[in-house]
């Protein structure tokens, strides 16, 4: 069972640091990329008459442009957020509360 204490924001720690911003931007880059890249390949493979070799080169060249391009756009995004308060002080056992008695009147039909 979860402390419900550990569902409080304490003062001061409602903003994520850069540091985590930018691990995030990172690290969902790396994931976007390796899809933009597969795209790009399937694409360059199936649909021109380019070699195994040069599909390849063209994919890595896009996803190369793309990850730096979206990481900076995604980290200043990211920042932007971290200064909007809304949507950030929702309450877990208002839902909670409210989810079982949807489930119950379900039931109880």
Same mark, same amino acid.
């Given at each position: +069972?979860? %402390?419900?204490?550990?569902?409080? *924001? =304490?003062?001061?720690?409602?903003? %994520?640091?850069?540091?985590?911003?930018?691990?995030?931007?990172?690290?969902?880059?790396?994931?976007?990329?390796? &899809? &933009?890249?597969?795209?790009?390949? *399937?694409?360059? @493979?199936?649909? &021109?008459?380019?070699?195994? %070799?040069?599909? *390849? =080169? @063209?994919?890595? +060249?896009?996803?190369?442009?793309?990850?730096?391009?979206?990481?900076?756009?995604?980290?200043a995004h990211e920042r932007m957020?971290? @200064?909007?308060?809304?949507?950030?002080?929702?309450? +877990?056992?208002?839902?909670?509360?409210?989810?079982?008695?949807?489930?119950? @009147?379900? +039931?109880?039909?």
């Amino acid at each position: +069972m979860t %402390d419900k204490s550990s569902f409080k *924001i =304490e003062q001061g720690k409602e903003k %994520d640091s850069p540091a985590r911003s930018i691990l995030k931007a990172f690290s969902w880059r790396i994931i976007a990329t390796g &899809t &933009t890249f597969l795209i790009s390949f *399937i694409v360059f @493979n199936r649909y &021109t008459n380019k070699s195994v %070799d040069e599909s *390849i =080169e @063209n994919a890595g +060249m896009i996803a190369s442009v793309e990850f730096f391009a979206k990481f900076i756009i995604y980290y200043a995004h990211e920042r932007m957020w971290t @200064n909007i308060r809304w949507g950030r002080y929702w309450s +877990m056992k208002y839902w909670r509360r409210r989810s079982w008695k949807k489930l119950y @009147n379900r +039931m109880h039909k």
